[in-house]
């Protein structure tokens, strides 16, 4: 990872701001030949797309992504990848023409703003410019391209707890996922979480939460240690993911408290080949995939865009208040499961074109 | 990071495996005239070093550091960097002739055995070989190096819990961490550890544990949106370090259960210039540092090597038992203090090199 | 240089091919704060533009860039980069609807169609697609950001062979370059190339040449040795430019014939610092810059699209015979000027960066 | 290439200086389970190792090298690598307690003495330092173990010309190569060279040469197009090696006078495939192999050691003169026949890597 890139073999480069012209990537190493349409693309950005519900922003963006290159229709009449890299490109559509004056000059507390300043002494302060949730679109959509490189793997995400709330895993029912509005694979809790998020919104407050995700059939191998251990770098994926302050594997911080004869998860054989009879890795041991599904949570802030005012300072150095009014989430957390999900695909597909080069 | 190198201006790329003939790295990018004595990387050393107490493996390792490039006698009779990458190698001088035909063929649960073997095909068997914790010897010498970039930055780590039981930090006494053997910053907490690790250790088995880095004196501006984001840098970073699970940054997932007011850090002004009234954040805000302490937590997993007996099969698939003996850490999570120290100091000079370069 | 991106501060990505939606590219890493409106980019872009001349394809192409993103408006109403990616895109105006069957299945020799076959298993046919020349536009934009970066550095190049004709260097006129359709330096040989080229367009053959930037301004100790040294760098981006096929630095090739004693450029002092007294260097020794004028000379190709019938085979193996109709250019080294001149500011501004970012 | 490593996914990072501890290179990437002896190392590097005739240095190195990590003996007795980093070490041992001050503090011409000041501010004086020829030794080792990687491919270089006196093609006979202090092909321009460099050296004199590095056996695909084009990453290659001032490929300088009749290389069928009826483009076209022997061509300056004293500075900036003596090679150019080939094999390996992990 670095700057605007990231991934080794498959490789993602975003750009965009909240409220400029468009926002897009460029996904560079994809494999040839792969049947690729527009509306797989669009199906996975429509999940992340604010506005569905009462519990993500209200800002309304078509997201209709558009792609510029790295596709032909092939003899037989699918759209397929060439090889060459594959621009997709969003537009801004709901750029409101409305006044930034009350934050154009102060830093929001909890936001990028000041630190925006401090690095680049300037800072596109409409939605929060680069620094805005809305680049994860980019994400969502190069995820699109990442799941079709290994289709054999599913990647699937789930919201599993919300401020102090988790999720009875008992209840996990993959299914439920797409029938609430909070990606809560636990039907009792989604529906705890609708009149708890409801509340949390009236009162212009909002909350965090816990998104994991899950990559079954996954084989075993894939992994670059050190420096490139499939943890590692799923741990840089999601902390990249806006407002993520942590990311675990497996049994994560809970393996803190295990002794080694609890957490080492024993083998046996089966007719399909090893078995794991636990999975306290995370589908992963030494930097490399077991075969086991592999396992990530992470753990997203509370927006900072609340409607209570806070003290702050602006660039000249005063000290002010600011109250953050517009059209922001009230758990960031929820949409963040689709983006989650995108970037384990990506690093996923990486590593399945790195591993097949060094050891094909 | 990618393979067996970290680092985009400050490159560190390690090698070595726990019985070959030595392991090192090769340290590139490092700014020229920076003076560095073969002393200071080997009091890095020194701390990391096995055999220290009866809490760390018996395994007796000089660790030796020889640097074999990049530095010479300025004119004024100082060692210093030229600017060329800096080699340093440390020679295994236990390579204990021991029988490992034990371990030779079957893979141990909660070790790399198998994934190594299902990667490559073959196995380095001899100590953990490349995935062996030994490699973490290079990070704290290429660390010792990174500091020397950033001398105005204070790195410190601790351990801030083993098992189920955390430190009191009302407790916490950074002077503590150097006069007690588990790096922990609680004197109390410390003598308590004594007798329940010894307890853990008798009865041959091994217990995780979470150690805490911070780095104070970081200027606001590090840090490389979107992707290369200093706390995504810093959690592929503490993720690449052996039997690390989970990482976090400020108040981590914690957060999670947090409301946007209590959670977002508030600003004044002082003479010193801009003042966060709480961290949170742990220093970072959008991926870019905000000049308040940089605090990062990762979960060190209990290590897998233990007295009991574990169901496992061997290379050709039959099922069998495995019982590790050896000399092994009851809870690698102490020696992981310096370690962590070190990719933070890596990390730390890395971002700074490439901030100069980019914003000047 | 990977794929599709290069640079390692300044990076730049493109995309797109000839007869897609669009192309473009992402310019990552650049500094903030750096005045850049659009017409900056599109001055470049016209140079390179085809159709201005009967000596160069007379596809109609607007070449109209629009930037996506990475700037706004100062608080002085200068737009200015803010240190986030810039996306740049050209569309794809002039895809004639014309019949592609003729080349869809053959391989044009000198072509990159039977290699992107041979490594993709499907290939683009429309135009060339990614292999086409077209590509170079995106760099060009590019190139006009990075002059941008290095403001005191003058780049500037010149054509200065066409078939076996050289020009006179003692007629060396730079002020000339943008008073032929050449870029010729040279008055005298300009007029003699528009009769010798008429006839080679004429016949419908093609012709080569050989193109010369100069970088005036370039500080002494840009290059990362040993792996990134200047030379280095500028060669691969050189010979990264379709259809080249050479690329020497200072007395190039010509250096194979000198003894040390005269190739050897001698020093003295001056009021402004050191002087040499000579350039066979082309301002690079050891491939660090020595504050001479960067001199680097690239061999292209002549365009193997012409009206004479070449032996090939198509896509089932089947032999046969081609005939390239169209609009292609009868000397593409002409409008490689530019793009060489592009890739020149490209290379210094991201060693500038690289340099600063290590011994700033 | 960035600093001192280069490659993407079979990566080479060196190290040392002419007269430091040690010097080498650590080799990442490498697939698993190939045979990998010491004494193949050694071989190429014994081609390359000084004071063999008195046409190169006297300097007397053993050039032994030692494998510290990332091979292991298998079930078999055979050594092979584990896929784990190759560090590879050659001591120093001539480190002749030679006087330096004579060239301390003066800029030899033709050296890059004054522009490693100019960068770091520092240079490490004896022998030249991390600039010296001796670090192409760790090219040559990492370019036996690329060897490995590619058994099928045939990477063999001749000198071609020295000074002005071309060889004679119709006299190419690869098995003269060894048999005269050449590596000329040519027996009869060898037996002239033998008289005109020893004029040359008992002068005190240097001078430049041209060398050719073939690689017979590539398949058709590889290469990256396009910024990691074959041919871009072989003329940085070649481009990185010390003293070299242009690289061509193919027809190379000479397409420039070609008309596109006589340069596009025509296609017929064989009963093995495609063949082609010419090598203009040597094998490579738009960046990726044709299946055609890969040629490429590069010209060396003659070494700036020389007996003649030349004008110069000093470090204080004041003029004075300077003669180099010393034990040097009177023509760079022939030892740098096997670093030629060395840097073939590692572009070779890095891209048959790269394109089996796209493209599968």
Same mark, same amino acid.
């Given at each position: 990872?670095s700057?605007?890139?990231f991934?080794?073999?498959?490789?993602v480069?975003?750009? #965009?701001?909240?409220h400029?012209?468009? =926002?897009g990537? /460029?996904v560079?190493?994809t494999?040839p030949?792969?049947? =690729?349409a /527009?509306?797989?693309i669009?199906r996975?950005l429509? !999940?992340?797309?604010p506005?569905?519900?009462r519990?993500t922003?209200q800002?309304q963006?078509?997201?209709?992504?558009? %792609?510029?290159?790295?596709v032909?229709?092939? +003899?037989n009449g *699918?759209?397929v990848?060439?090889?060459?890299? %594959?621009?997709?490109?969003?537009?801004?559509?709901?750029?409101?023409?409305?006044?930034?004056?009350?934050?154009k +000059?102060k830093?929001?507390?909890g936001?990028a703003d000041?630190t925006?300043?401090a690095k680049y002494?300037i800072?596109d302060y409409?939605?929060?410019g680069r620094?805005s949730?809305?680049e994860t679109?980019?994400?969502?959509?190069?995820g699109a391209?990442a799941?079709?490189i *290994?289709?054999d793997?599913?990647?699937r995400?789930?919201l599993?707890? $919300? &401020?102090?709330h988790?999720?009875?895993?008992?209840?996990w029912d993959?299914?439920?996922v797409?029938r609430?509005p909070f990606f809560?694979p636990?039907?009792?809790?989604a529906a705890f979480?609708e009149?708890?998020l +409801?509340?949390?919104?009236?009162k212009?407050?909002s909350?965090?939460?816990v998104v994991?995700? /899950?990559?079954? &059939?996954v084989?075993?191998?894939?992994g670059?240690p050190?420096? #490139?251990?499939?943890?590692?770098?799923?741990?840089?994926a $999601? $902390?990249s993911?806006?407002?993520?302050k942590?990311?675990?594997?497996?049994?994560?911080?809970?393996?803190a408290?295990?002794?080694?004869?609890?957490?080492?998860?024993?083998?046996?054989m089966?007719?399909?080949?090893?078995?794991?009879?636990?999975?306290?890795?995370?589908g992963?041991?030494g930097?490399?995939?077991?075969?086991?599904?592999v396992?990530? !949570?992470?753990? /997203?802030?509370p927006t900072s865009?609340i409607?209570?005012?806070r003290?702050t300072i602006?660039?000249? &150095?005063a000290?002010?208040?600011i109250?953050?009014?517009?059209?922001?989430?009230?758990?960031v957390?929820?949409r963040?499961?689709p983006?989650?999900?995108?970037?384990m695909a990506? *690093?996923l597909a990486?590593?399945l074109?790195?591993h097949? #080069?060094?050891? #094909?």
């Amino acid at each position: 990872m670095s700057f605007n890139t990231f991934g080794h073999m498959f490789r993602v480069t975003t750009f #965009g701001e909240s409220h400029g012209v468009a =926002l897009g990537c /460029v996904v560079d190493g994809t494999p040839p030949r792969i049947p =690729l349409a /527009v509306e797989e693309i669009q199906r996975d950005l429509d !999940r992340r797309r604010p506005g569905q519900s009462r519990f993500t922003t209200q800002r309304q963006e078509a997201d209709q992504v558009k %792609i510029l290159s790295g596709v032909m229709t092939n +003899d037989n009449g *699918v759209q397929v990848t060439t090889g060459a890299p %594959i621009a997709l490109v969003i537009e801004n559509t709901d750029q409101r023409s409305k006044d930034y004056s009350d934050i154009k +000059d102060k830093f929001r507390p909890g936001h990028a703003d000041y630190t925006y300043e401090a690095k680049y002494g300037i800072r596109d302060y409409r939605g929060g410019g680069r620094s805005s949730a809305r680049e994860t679109a980019a994400r969502v959509a190069a995820g699109a391209i990442a799941r079709k490189i *290994v289709p054999d793997m599913k990647v699937r995400g789930a919201l599993v707890q $919300m &401020g102090p709330h988790k999720i009875d895993r008992a209840n996990w029912d993959w299914d439920e996922v797409a029938r609430n509005p909070f990606f809560c694979p636990d039907r009792a809790k989604a529906a705890f979480f609708e009149e708890y998020l +409801d509340d949390i919104r009236k009162k212009g407050s909002s909350i965090g939460a816990v998104v994991e995700v /899950v990559a079954e &059939g996954v084989p075993p191998g894939l992994g670059a240690p050190i420096y #490139g251990k499939l943890d590692a770098d799923l741990a840089a994926a $999601m $902390m990249s993911i806006n407002a993520v302050k942590g990311v675990e594997i497996g049994a994560g911080f809970g393996a803190a408290e295990l002794h080694g004869e609890d957490n080492a998860d024993e083998m046996r054989m089966s007719n399909n080949g090893p078995v794991f009879l636990s999975n306290h890795a995370g589908g992963i041991l030494g930097g490399i995939s077991t075969g086991q599904a592999v396992v990530v !949570r992470f753990a /997203v802030k509370p927006t900072s865009s609340i409607l209570t005012p806070r003290r702050t300072i602006d660039r000249s &150095g005063a000290e002010t208040d600011i109250l953050t009014k517009g059209r922001h989430d009230p758990c960031v957390g929820i949409r963040a499961v689709p983006v989650g999900e995108a970037m384990m695909a990506c *690093v996923l597909a990486d590593h399945l074109l790195r591993h097949r #080069g060094q050891a #094909g």
